[in-house]
């Protein structure tokens, strides 16, 4: 037993090794990639204030982006692992649940009442706040129908809800401006943030990513049932917390950082179960490292893609996910019948 344990525990290390190369060098190319291709050492140059029309480039455009994507993708990757860990569905993500359209919801409203105007912080925080109550309704129905399609029949309501009312929203914006820029942010991108994104988002995100690292022990105990968690000193109410605390913070920073960029939280965990197995617990870590592969990943094929004008991420992530999750619905009802 101890033997397969130092097995696992030396294959997770290899691959948390593996992802964390692959994300650097993503993030590298992200800094020496765009419509203007850098040398390193202008990338170092604009970086630290050697040439003014470098640093425009290197600090005030691509930094933000990539570490936007760093913190994003890691927030979204991670959010899907514990989600479908929490609710013991394979098909749970941030997206597909509605936690994104939520949090999508709240950040419009932000812009429809002119709060984002008043203070920076209104963004975020309505955000959350669509986010934290997405994600407890969605807890509270999979305690009366846990099976996987009550839940994503559960997940389309509550996602549908928040689109309607969002669409509602977008219906009554009150000048044509307004309305551009909920719908341009509702798209999902990290085009034109900046280094105040940044730090606005990263406090929620990685406050939001601790929580969910934190929960590995307990996922891995749920497998068993609840019974048996509870009989290992499990207290589920503290789990659940958790998860819903680190989700609504994570990915309500994301999509108030970034816009709706879905998908990534269902893809990422599936593509680490062949070398992972389906104990919760590994999957935190290299979820939220493949998540932010993922999304670095997509941004650089939107910036270099040949087309008149830069397509928008979210657009992208659907484009690529929604195929992912139609074919995991299909083998899921396969294995069933």
Request: charged share 10%; with cysteine.
């Amino acid at each position: 037993m101890s033997h397969i344990a130092t097995q696992d525990r030396d294959q997770d290390r290899r691959i948390i090794t593996g992802l964390a190369a692959l994300t650097l060098l993503l993030a590298l190319a992200g800094l020496l990639l765009g419509s203007l291709p850098l040398s390193p050492w202008q990338v170092l140059s604009g970086l630290f204030g050697g040439d003014e029309r470098l640093a425009v480039i290197v600090f005030d455009i691509r930094l933000p982006r990539v570490l936007l994507g760093l913190l994003v993708g890691a927030a979204l990757g991670l959010s899907g692992a514990a989600l479908q860990g929490l609710l013991r569905n394979p098909l749970a993500e941030p997206g597909i649940l509605g936690v994104s359209a939520s949090a999508g919801l709240g950040a419009v409203l932000a812009l429809y009442f002119g709060l984002a105007q008043i203070s920076a912080w209104a963004l975020p925080l309505c955000a959350l706040s669509g986010a934290l109550l997405a994600t407890l309704s969605l807890a509270l129905l999979a305690t009366r129908d846990p099976s996987p399609l009550g839940l994503i029949l559960a997940g389309v309501a509550v996602s549908s809800l928040a689109v309607a009312l969002t669409s509602l929203a977008l219906n009554l914006a009150p000048n044509p401006l307004a309305l551009s820029e909920m719908v341009l942010w509702l798209l999902g991108s990290l085009r034109d943030r900046g280094l105040e994104d940044v730090t606005l988002a990263a406090p929620f995100i990685i406050s939001g990513v601790l929580l969910l690292l934190s929960t590995g022990r307990g996922l891995d105990a749920l497998t068993l049932g609840e019974e048996a968690a509870q009989s290992l000193g499990i207290g589920l109410n503290g789990l659940r917390a958790r998860v819903i605390g680190g989700t609504a913070l994570a990915v309500g920073a994301a999509t108030a950082a970034t816009g709706a960029i879905g998908f990534i939280g269902l893809i990422a965990p599936h593509l680490l179960r062949p070398w992972l197995g389906y104990q919760p617990g590994r999957l935190l870590l290299p979820s939220a490292l493949t998540g932010a592969v993922l999304l670095l990943a997509a941004d650089l094929l939107v910036r270099l893609l040949p087309t008149r004008q830069e397509l928008m991420l979210g657009v992208v992530t659907a484009l690529l996910g929604a195929p992912f999750f139609l074919h995991l619905l299909l083998r899921g009802r396969r294995s069933l019948s």
